[in-house]
């Protein structure tokens, strides 16, 4: 099955500056990656997702770009604000179970 | 639309109880998921269905985990003895197209369950 790694497991920044947050995945034919959003006390919310068809996807303070050889995507958020604070997980499909398999989470604080 | 709707929002239970927990898709979506989340092992997908058929539930962790959908608009998940490991907060979601998993999943509020 598909294996997701997710680092780091919390990051703090200064308002204004960029995050970026790496996953590494295992399946080679996996061709579906997703980001979701979970404030506190909420379930997770999608935010922007990539398809291995493209090697970067771009929504306004949001991207994410995707290494299919090296099996790696990425999120960067730009020009972070207090309100980006939550917890971000990325996921990968499992093409065995066409199902997702979800990174262990990052916690983004942003610090006013 | 009002989303996934999920019930009860907490449940405090002890150990050898029976749990249900419910969950109302959005309407008009075709699959549904069941998801646990919990600090150790993240997210992960206990169970889903498509078109109300159980798809896949490898991820159920052993037999005292049930999970039905008699009818588009409603799905259960049981334990049955409940145990104090299976505190967690269980998620639904759903998403429009059966079969498809790249479908967006749009996922409920949770249950978080502590069993005593």
């Known amino acids: 099955g598909e294996n997701v790694e997710q680092h780091p497991s919390t990051l703090s920044v200064q308002e204004g500056d960029s995050a970026v947050i790496k996953c590494t995945y295992s399946?080679?034919?996996?061709?579906?990656f997703p980001w979701y959003k979970q404030e506190l006390g909420k379930g997770p919310q999608l935010i922007i997702d990539?398809?291995?068809?493209?090697g970067e996807k771009k929504d306004q303070r949001i991207a994410v770009t995707l290494n299919k050889t090296a099996k790696h995507f990425s999120l960067h958020i730009t020009e972070t604000q207090p309100e980006d604070s939550a917890v971000y997980f990325c996921?990968?499909?499992?093409?065995?179970?066409?199902?997702?398999?979800f990174g262990s989470g990052t916690r983004l604080q942003v610090q006013p | 639309d009002a989303g996934v709707i999920q019930s009860p929002r907490h449940e405090v239970t002890e150990m050898g109880q029976e749990v249900t927990l419910r969950c109302k898709p959005i309407?008009?979506?075709?699959?549904l998921f069941w998801y646990r989340q919990t600090m150790m092992r993240g997210l992960e997908l206990l169970i889903y269905f498509n078109n109300n058929v159980p798809i896949d539930d490898s991820g159920m962790p052993e037999d005292r985990f049930s999970a039905k959908m008699p009818n588009a608009s409603f799905s259960t998940l049981k334990i049955q003895p409940s145990e104090p490991r299976d505190s967690a907060v269980y998620f639904c979601?759903?998403?429009?197209?059966?079969?498809?998993?790249?479908?967006?999943?749009?996922f409920g509020p949770g249950t978080r369950l502590t069993v005593l």
């Open positions: 399946d080679s034919a996996s061709n579906y």
């Open positions: 990539i398809r291995s068809n493209v």
């Open positions: 996921a990968a499909m499992d093409t065995g179970r066409r199902a997702l398999t």
């Open positions: 309407s008009g979506h075709n699959s």
């Open positions: 979601a759903s998403s429009l197209t059966s079969g498809s998993p790249t479908d967006t999943q749009y």
